[in-house]
């Protein structure tokens, strides 16, 4: 069974960057696809950035392109997400996902496993 453990969220004034780490257990890292995805309150669920299983392709929503940089290390059945530039509306519960098989995707129906979150608040 795979599990997923994000780390590295908290709270940083606006401009200010951080790193986020996922890390995969229970299977190897390398057989899957990883993405980002975020959640604000009272908002639904939105993708943010994906890596396909080699590191090969990487994907991101408009509103993070050039801030933020989705890199993994299967060595330590890492990924990680560099949040550069941060705004008050990146203020949400980060989530990190694996898809078994799928290139660098965006859409969540296509994650099979979860992690719990971890939360980013961006001050203005």
């Known amino acids: 069974q795979v599990q997923l453990v994000e780390s590295g969220g908290g709270l940083v004034q606006a401009g200010g960057s951080l790193r986020l780490s996922c890390a995969l257990s229970?299977?190897?890292?390398?057989?899957?696809?990883m993405g980002w995805f975020r959640q604000a309150p009272g908002s639904e669920r939105e993708f943010v950035a994906a890596?396909?299983?080699?590191?090969?392709?990487?994907n991101y929503a408009d509103s993070v392109k050039g801030r933020f940089t989705i890199s993994r290390d299967n060595a330590k059945n890492t990924v990680y997400l560099q949040m550069n530039s941060l705004k008050p509306e990146d203020t949400a519960v980060y989530y990190c996902a694996a898809a078994l098989g799928f290139g660098a995707t965006g859409w969540a129906v296509e994650y099979d496993d979860w992690g719990q979150g971890t939360q980013v608040t961006v001050s203005s």
């Open positions: 229970g299977r190897t890292l390398s057989s899957y696809a």
């Open positions: 890596i396909s299983w080699s590191g090969g392709s990487t």
